[in-house]
């Protein structure tokens, strides 16, 4: 697809950035974490390993890429988190994908309790399989997983849920949770079920210093496992509208007086509690300012008169995109350099608590390609 091959010249652009790092994000703490999590594999009795349903692949944890694809991983359980942010499809075929691979896959969202308890039930499953069924045991879960892809949010949910299942008392235990990568800086444990005791071992993120692919780079920067101090946020940014650019989504923002129906009975119901907003994970920005944002970009594509399949054409209209999205976002006049890094922070931060759609950005692929399962 010619839109695509254009919109790759931006993630080249972005990769040779993230190359340009050498790694710095893996410093002296994460390399110790990833000896200690080495150490601890073989002593659990169940590796659950947290990826982004954005990138289940590039999210792979790297020390844990099977050496024998063909045999099915019966101490390893997948959990695809940030379903809500990914194009659910995508993900119905990347759990199915998995499986097939021969390793247990869940798709999780973990603000759901719902989901979390259906990810407990298939942890303690798991864990009776292993000790061949018997109740009145210990069982030992490694949580494990790149920066920021919800481990600590996760393992709150468990414990919390866990802790009503058993009616326990004592004080509540709380991993630290932060949309940035990197907070998490030791193993700790937390009891998440009873019958059999389930505790489960909460770890630094690790990210490897070396990518697969050149595609890795730029994907776990845009979904926040790089911090994006590291780099320039408008370059992210450039990189985003060039994927919203290159996909259909945008074009069910064409009827913005629905969206805007929908969004004003929102605010209604809203209101009636505490609030006169919605209010989303990691995400403050009123619902009248995110129409805005998405009528700018819906507008800007809807009249742009060039070829997307062009690369100065898409270039030139994600400046345009950035330009009019000033206005959306109501941001007051400051020199152009500290105006587009606000522009490209408050629009990334949209895109990473879901509000400008679903995005998948790794393609299941073919059955027949080796891949990272």
Not at 306 to 321: A, V
């Amino acid at each position: 697809m010619a839109t695509a091959a254009a919109a790759e010249a931006f993630s080249r652009r972005l990769g040779a950035a993230v190359r340009g790092l050498s790694g710095a994000w893996y410093g002296r703490h994460m390399a110790a974490a990833e000896r200690a999590i080495g150490a601890r594999i073989p002593l659990v009795d169940l590796v659950l390993e947290v990826r982004d349903a954005r990138i289940p692949a590039t999210s792979a944890f790297e020390p844990l890429r099977r050496r024998s694809p063909e045999e099915p991983d019966l101490r390893r359980l997948v959990a695809l988190n940030k379903a809500d942010l990914a194009d659910p499809s995508e993900t119905e075929k990347w759990v199915a994908f998995m499986k097939q691979r021969g390793c247990s896959c869940v798709a999780v969202n973990s603000h759901s309790s719902e989901i979390i308890k259906e990810l407990l039930n298939a942890v303690r499953g798991r864990i009776r399989e292993i000790k061949h069924g018997v109740s009145d045991c210990t069982g030992t879960v490694l949580l494990v997983g790149i920066p920021n892809v919800g481990k600590s949010a996760i393992v709150n949910a468990m414990h919390q849920i866990g802790r009503i299942g058993a009616a326990e008392k004592g004080k509540l235990k709380h991993a630290i949770v932060s949309s940035h990568p990197g907070e998490t800086r030791d193993i700790s444990g937390y009891k998440v079920a009873s019958h059999p005791n389930i505790y489960v071992l909460d770890t630094p993120g690790v990210l490897s210093p070396i990518f697969a692919n050149d595609d890795s780079g730029p994907r776990l920067v845009l979904t926040g496992a790089i911090k994006d101090s590291l780099l320039e946020e408008y370059e992210i940014a450039q990189f985003l509208l060039s994927i919203l650019n290159s996909r259909k989504e945008y074009r069910e923002w064409d009827d913005l007086n629905i969206l805007r129906n929908k969004s004003c009975f929102a605010d209604t119901l809203s209101t009636r509690s505490h609030h006169s907003k919605r209010q989303y994970s990691s995400d403050h920005t009123q619902d009248f300012i995110v129409r805005g944002v998405r009528q700018a970009l819906f507008e800007t594509i809807a009249n742009f008169q060039g070829d997307l399949g062009n690369e100065d054409d898409l270039r030139r209209l994600i400046e345009t995109q950035l330009t009019s999205l000033q206005n959306a976002f109501r941001l007051s006049a400051e020199s152009s350099e500290v105006m587009s890094k606000r522009v490209a922070i408050k629009l990334l931060n949209l895109y990473r608590t879901g509000r400008l759609g679903h995005y998948t950005l790794d393609h299941v692929p073919d059955v027949r390609q080796e891949v990272a399962a």
